[in-house]
């Protein structure tokens, strides 16, 4: 890293070890023609990334489902209100003492939940893992667990902001804060909003394992992917370590984005100076996208990760391909759920046609002549057939993860 970025960064971190949020942008210097990847093999080269040992994975289309829209409203509605209820107990307390007792209380409370919802995480994941729970199934089981999470960690900043909490109470509440954002991302909010008929979520990469979940999509001209290792946390606290020791443990986590990257923040859990942490959330912001991440303080390891890639940003090299007259359908490979491109032609230009990944169609290429999605975990059959009545097939197999 150069010297003016690595004092960048620094400045950033002693702001935030201050107890305050900071955003310094960096002077990236010029930009890189391709991404860096996981693999020195990838055809879609993307950013390092936290990686899941993954026994089973699937598709899932989430589309409107009265039940599990209920599950979710239910769980927020539960913890709006606790906050209710707590805050009208404190208010009808007669002194301090009581106060502290009330906020005692509810912070077992939390606790208790805290520990219902990770055991429930771990048994979903368990039973989509045996195979008797679908892609879908599971992934309207991670959006429930998702809306008990964010509910959760709105009760234990509520606890945080009590007057009346004692430091046992705050410093608790702070350790199942961090430990809850494992369990909720942006693609679990995602499938909770299609389940409402907000929107649909076509074609979500659904991975788990012993170690973990992982999620993938292509939305809205982006590809993004979220990953959570929640056994990576753990409930011991540490200091902050100096800046020096966090600018070389975050290039060792991400060498490639802290070397592209134009912005870098870092805020710990909890932010207030005095307290011990338990974590602190990352944010990388580099020309073609983010990656943000939640790494457990005493042990260093990532926890949970958001990466977000601007898809027409991302490098792609022809990989597998086949002819049928002047027609020519290529695709471009990637890891297990990572972003495959498909690209279809006609005399050498961009063309409409219908793609088919196995026996399932996946979409139309667009007026460039591609389709991006997250790629199958195995070795699959891409067809493409143009509005000519053209069709094209080949043989295409995902790469090894990092």
Request: with cysteine.
């Amino acid at each position: 890293m150069s010297f003016p970025r690595a004092i960048a960064l620094l400045c950033t971190l002693l702001l935030c070890t201050s107890g305050v949020t900071a955003f310094v942008p960096v002077d990236a210097g010029p930009s890189a023609a391709t991404l860096g990847g996981p693999s020195a093999s990838a055809a879609v080269t993307t950013p390092g990334y936290l990686p899941v040992t993954a026994e089973r994975s699937g598709f899932a289309s989430v589309d409107v489902s009265v039940t599990d829209s209920l599950a979710t409203s239910r769980a927020a509605l539960d913890q709006r209100l606790t906050r209710a209820t707590l805050q009208q107990r404190l208010d009808d307390a007669e002194n301090d003492t009581e106060r502290r007792r009330i906020v005692s209380n509810a912070t077992t409370v939390l606790e208790t939940r805290t520990n219902a919802l990770v055991a429930d995480a771990a048994d979903a994941r368990e039973r989509f893992r045996r195979g008797s729970l679908s892609a879908a199934n599971y992934s309207t089981t991670l959006a429930s667990i998702d809306a008990r999470a964010e509910s959760l960690i709105s009760l234990a900043q509520f606890i945080e902001a009590r007057p009346a909490a004692s430091a046992t109470s705050k410093t608790r509440a702070a350790q199942f804060r961090a430990q809850l954002l494992a369990y909720s991302d942006s693609l679990r909010d995602r499938i909770a909003a299609a389940t409402d008929g907000e929107s649909r979520l076509d074609r979500l990469y659904v991975e788990a394992g012993p170690n973990g979940t992982a999620l993938a999509a292509v939305e809205d001209e982006s590809y993004v992917r979220t990953a959570s290792r929640p056994t990576n946390y753990d409930t011991d606290p540490a200091g902050v370590p100096s800046g020096s020791a966090i600018i070389d443990h975050v290039e060792s986590l991400y060498p490639w984005v802290m070397n592209q990257s134009t912005g870098v923040s870092f805020v710990p859990i909890p932010i207030q100076s005095s307290s011990a942490k338990y974590a602190y959330r990352l944010s990388l912001t580099y020309s073609n996208g983010t990656v943000e991440s939640y790494v457990d303080m005493s042990s260093g390891e990532v926890y949970q990760e958001t990466e977000t890639l601007a898809l027409d940003g991302l490098a792609a090299s022809p990989d597998a391909s086949t002819t049928s007259g002047d027609t020519r359908l290529t695709v471009s490979r990637a890891y297990s759920g990572g972003p495959m491109r498909v690209s279809v032609t006609a005399d050498g230009s961009p063309t409409s046609a219908t793609v088919s990944i196995g026996n399932e169609t996946v979409g139309s290429t667009g007026a460039d002549g591609r389709l991006w999605t997250p790629s199958p975990s195995d070795s699959v059959t891409v067809g493409a057939r143009t509005a000519t009545g053209e069709t094209l097939r080949v043989q295409s197999t995902s790469l090894p993860a990092a």
